[in-house]
């Protein structure tokens, strides 16, 4: 019989659930679909057909003989939340980040609190889905569940709870939201009673490597108890997790590769400063204590979203086929910024890309990866003058690193050699802290 730990892995288009003995060799056990669904004009994450998805996977790993679970740690996407009731019921889908929303809030809740002083008291990068104004949106739209709810959970945290029965609030989750103080590591209740939230709803902090509880018998039961593990709850920490802090003695550098591409470097302390303010740098929790200092990029949320609209026109083109349609581009058309607003949900991401120009489906795709490149070279540049060292290596993770192609052309635009690290970094790093906790325990 193997003993091995278990990931479960959500992402924003998909989940896993994965199993590995080392934390090196990982083995898929499934693969299930995500998405955001929109209900009248609202954006929701179905999240009981995510857990029946988890449950039903758990229940398959039960009945096997060969395998023997030492523990569980689930990782997802940041920012976004669950309302329960008093009796710990949910009181809706959670919203999701691409919900409308919040559009305007952020600059509304400025008039509350200065700008400089929330990146002051939270060190957070500026984006208007942020938790604290996805709160704010709730408290000023008189959002029903939010007004109701006796407990909030970020979405790990949600699913520790269903697994478990026990309530916490992970620490590197926690540290997306923009209401943790990086500096105390306990959440800012100035900020959160100004965006109408009680800080008596969030449950504890816990720290990755924390035993929550024992998965519950009525979810799957496998004969035995099985610990369900804090992480680092949140998938970038678990991502960054995996990759080497130095590289032939200089300091390296990450690129977290997925639907958001996430650049940035680990650090021993915050770095809060007017530098970081004016270039809407982030600081979020990592394992050990460690900062992670980075800054979101649209990543692959721009070429799946035209797969989208080619698939319904008939062309299903798979991500090989779009690589070789790029390289097949000789004259690339004008690049553009891929974090401009017009990108973050529109109803065509074909005819954004376009903006208005004739261009073939391969040289939209030409133009995004290209596009990408350029932008990663540009925040690149940025966190070198921060940190104010050299960079010996840039690693890409997650699944944007199997692109050859724009790896290729990453490397060529940063100037330092690009190491290709875990596809699947973030199930690997969420399984490397299973290992150490359960060291820990013996």
Same mark, same amino acid.
């Given at each position: 019989?193997?003993?091995?730990?278990?990931?479960?892995?959500?992402?924003?288009?998909?989940?896993?659930? !994965?199993?590995?003995?080392?934390?090196?060799?990982?083995?898929?056990?499934?693969?299930?679909?995500?998405?955001?669904?929109?209900?009248?004009?609202?954006?929701?994450?179905?999240?009981?057909?995510?857990?029946?998805?988890?449950?039903?996977?758990?229940?398959?790993?039960?009945?096997?003989?060969?395998?023997? !679970?030492? =523990?569980?740690?689930?990782? %997802?996407? /940041?920012?976004?939340?669950?309302?329960?009731?008093?009796?710990? @019921?949910?009181?809706?889908?959670?919203?999701?980040? @691409?919900?409308?929303?919040?559009?305007?809030?952020?600059?509304?809740?400025?008039?509350?609190?200065?700008?400089?002083?929330?990146?002051?008291?939270?060190?957070?990068?500026?984006?208007?889905?942020?938790?604290?104004?996805?709160?704010? $949106?709730?408290?000023?739209?008189?959002?029903?569940?939010?007004?109701?709810?006796?407990?909030?959970?970020?979405?790990?945290?949600?699913?520790?709870?269903?697994?478990?029965?026990?309530?916490?609030?992970?620490?590197? !989750?926690?540290?997306?939201?923009?209401?943790?103080?990086?500096?105390?590591?306990?959440?800012?209740?100035?900020?959160?009673?100004?965006?109408? /939230?009680?800080?008596?709803?969030?449950?504890?902090?816990?720290?990755?490597?924390?035993?929550?509880?024992?998965?519950?018998?009525?979810?799957?039961?496998?004969?035995?108890?099985?610990?369900?593990?804090?992480?680092?709850?949140?998938?970038? $920490?678990?991502?960054?997790?995996?990759?080497?802090? %130095?590289?032939?003695?200089?300091?390296?550098?990450?690129?977290?590769?997925? %639907?958001?591409?996430?650049?940035?470097?680990?650090?021993?302390?915050?770095?809060?400063?007017?530098?970081?303010?004016?270039?809407?740098?982030?600081?979020?929790?990592?394992?050990?204590?460690?900062? @992670?200092?980075?800054?979101?990029?649209?990543?692959?949320?721009?070429?799946?979203?035209?797969?989208?609209?080619?698939?319904?026109?008939?062309?299903?083109?798979?991500?090989?086929?779009?690589?070789?349609?790029?390289? %097949?581009?000789?004259?690339?058309?004008?690049?553009?910024?891929?974090?401009?607003?017009?990108?973050?949900?529109?109803?065509?991401?074909?005819?954004?890309?376009?903006?208005?120009?004739?261009?073939?489906?391969?040289?939209?795709? =030409?133009?995004?990866?290209?596009?990408?490149?350029?932008?990663?070279?540009?925040?690149?540049?940025?966190?070198?003058?921060?940190?104010?060292?050299?960079?010996?290596?840039?690693?890409?993770?997650?699944?944007?690193? @199997?692109?050859?192609?724009?790896?290729?052309?990453?490397?060529?635009?940063?100037?330092?050699?690009?190491?290709?690290?875990?596809?699947?970094?973030?199930?690997?790093?969420?399984?490397?802290?299973?290992?150490?906790?359960?060291?820990?325990?013996?």
């Amino acid at each position: 019989m193997t003993e091995c730990y278990c990931a479960i892995d959500l992402g924003a288009t998909s989940g896993r659930i !994965i199993l590995s003995e080392d934390g090196r060799t990982l083995t898929e056990v499934c693969r299930f679909p995500n998405r955001v669904e929109e209900r009248d004009g609202k954006f929701f994450w179905n999240i009981t057909r995510l857990f029946e998805y988890i449950q039903k996977g758990l229940q398959t790993l039960s009945q096997r003989t060969d395998i023997h !679970i030492l =523990s569980i740690g689930i990782d %997802t996407w /940041g920012v976004d939340i669950c309302f329960l009731d008093a009796a710990g @019921r949910l009181l809706s889908d959670p919203r999701a980040y @691409r919900d409308p929303y919040t559009v305007e809030k952020m600059e509304q809740f400025f008039r509350l609190v200065p700008k400089e002083d929330i990146y002051r008291r939270t060190g957070i990068q500026f984006l208007n889905f942020n938790t604290l104004y996805q709160l704010y $949106a709730c408290h000023e739209e008189h959002y029903q569940p939010f007004e109701q709810a006796s407990t909030y959970l970020f979405i790990p945290d949600y699913i520790t709870y269903l697994l478990t029965g026990r309530k916490v609030t992970e620490y590197t !989750i926690l540290s997306t939201s923009q209401l943790l103080n990086p500096h105390t590591k306990q959440i800012d209740n100035h900020l959160l009673s100004l965006a109408g /939230g009680d800080i008596r709803c969030f449950p504890p902090i816990v720290y990755p490597g924390t035993e929550v509880g024992l998965l519950r018998r009525s979810v799957a039961d496998f004969g035995y108890d099985i610990p369900v593990i804090a992480v680092a709850g949140h998938d970038t $920490a678990s991502a960054v997790a995996t990759v080497a802090r %130095t590289y032939e003695g200089k300091r390296t550098a990450f690129l977290n590769s997925g %639907t958001w591409s996430l650049m940035g470097t680990v650090c021993d302390e915050p770095i809060i400063n007017e530098q970081t303010l004016q270039l809407n740098f982030t600081n979020e929790g990592g394992i050990d204590g460690t900062t @992670r200092l980075l800054k979101n990029i649209t990543g692959m949320w721009l070429i799946e979203q035209c797969r989208k609209e080619w698939s319904a026109q008939g062309k299903d083109y798979s991500h090989s086929q779009l690589i070789e349609m790029a390289q %097949t581009v000789t004259a690339v058309p004008e690049l553009f910024n891929p974090d401009d607003v017009r990108f973050a949900n529109p109803s065509s991401m074909i005819s954004e890309v376009c903006h208005g120009r004739q261009l073939t489906d391969k040289e939209i795709v =030409s133009c995004i990866f290209h596009s990408l490149a350029n932008r990663y070279s540009e925040v690149f540049r940025m966190l070198q003058s921060i940190v104010k060292e050299p960079f010996g290596a840039l690693f890409i993770i997650g699944g944007g690193a @199997r692109n050859a192609y724009l790896n290729r052309l990453t490397e060529e635009a940063v100037g330092v050699p690009v190491i290709v690290g875990e596809v699947e970094a973030t199930a690997a790093g969420n399984i490397s802290v299973q290992i150490k906790s359960n060291k820990h325990q013996l």
